[in-house]
């Protein structure tokens, strides 16, 4: 008998439910967290129970163009 394969994202699921417990279920405040858990599902969404439900197209992570020069920054 094999031993189950571990979910390779449970981590960040785990660390997401932590987050949101802290900050009073305030999404803003983990959008670190939460694009964690996008670049792993991006990675293991075929494998991963957890990835389930992550909108693998939306980054969390707010980025603005300057408008006169082109360059893009986070936030």
Do not use: F
């Not at 994202?9 to 785990?14: F, L, Q, R, W």
């Not at 969390?60 to 408008?67: A, F, G, L």
Request: proline share 3%; with cysteine.
């Amino acid at each position: 008998m094999s031993k189950a394969r571990k979910d390779p994202c449970k981590p960040y699921a785990c660390r997401i439910q932590a987050c949101l417990s802290e900050n009073n279920y305030q999404e803003d405040r983990c959008v670190e967290v939460l694009e964690q858990m996008r670049v792993c599902c991006l990675k293991w969404h075929k494998e991963s129970l957890c990835c389930s439900g992550i909108d693998l197209q939306k980054s969390y992570i707010k980025t603005t163009t300057n408008v006169k020069t082109g360059n893009s920054s986070t936030k």
